[in-house]
């Protein structure tokens, strides 16, 4: 009964990685998954991000690849949106997710959910991180992890003829979005944060993140730069 217990208690599979987002504590609850290409993703997206954005501050952050949902909204530690198969938090960062096998999708969906969550750490560790939108924050996630696809695509252009799409202002937070609109919200910021990126150039976030880490907020950097 105690080697029971000991079993239930702790990770399947604890990792500590050095990575240029800082120090990962990695814990995988679901011995399903496949470890090394998971850490090879953490190692080499987070040397991505940082060159191909402005450099940031590292700070430790962790990771937790839950084994059920129940173990998923525990380790979450407060909400998760209804339709969400993974949280990034901050204060400290810990990004939490559901196994592919716990929230039904393919290996490669879940890596790209992994991407889009480590853009997000990335995001936290920009200096007035608090000033960011919420269509900047998924937009770029999104645009990061390659999630964009033709269906999105005919989910605003449907939107559109129906008179039903966002806002900006109601996209600044994603605080009244629910499960049903929630695809037409990701849609439309990455369609918002690709716009910025054709109207002025690729090195537009580059620029924004610089002026925010010397102490701009979002929104005055943006007029700043443009």
């Known amino acids: 009964n105690i080697i029971i217990f000991i079993f239930c208690m702790y990770p399947i599979q604890a990792l500590t990685l050095n990575t240029e987002l800082g120090q990962c504590e990695l814990k995988i609850f679901d011995t399903d998954n496949n470890i090394t290409l998971v850490e090879e993703t953490i190692i080499s997206y987070s040397k991505e991000v940082n060159n191909k954005f402005h450099p940031v501050k590292p700070t430790p952050y962790s990771i937790y690849i839950t084994k059920n949902l129940q173990d998923f909204y525990k380790k979450a530690h407060g909400p998760v949106p209804e339709w969400g198969i993974a949280i990034t ?35 936290n560790n920009v200096l007035n991180a608090r000033s960011f939108p ?26 559109k003829w129906k008179n039903q799409l966002f806002s900006i202002d109601e996209l600044k937070t994603f605080r009244q979005i629910n499960k049903n609109t929630s695809r037409l919200a990701y849609a ?34 943006l007029i700043f730069i443009t």
Do not use: C
């Open 89 to 123: 938090k901050k204060n400290p960062n810990m990004i939490v997710m559901q196994s592919p096998q716990t929230a039904r999708i393919s290996f490669n969906k879940f890596i790209q959910i992994l991407i889009h969550e480590l853009n997000h750490v990335y995001l």
């Open 134 to 159: 919420s269509w900047f924050k998924e937009g770029m996630a999104m645009s990061e992890s390659g999630e964009f696809s033709i269906n999105h695509r005919i989910l605003i252009s449907s939107a």
């Open 188 to 221: 439309e910021s990455y369609a918002l944060f690709n716009a910025l990126q054709l109207h002025y150039g690729d090195n537009i976030y580059k620029n924004i993140i610089q002026q925010m880490n010397q102490g701009q907020n979002f929104w005055d950097a």
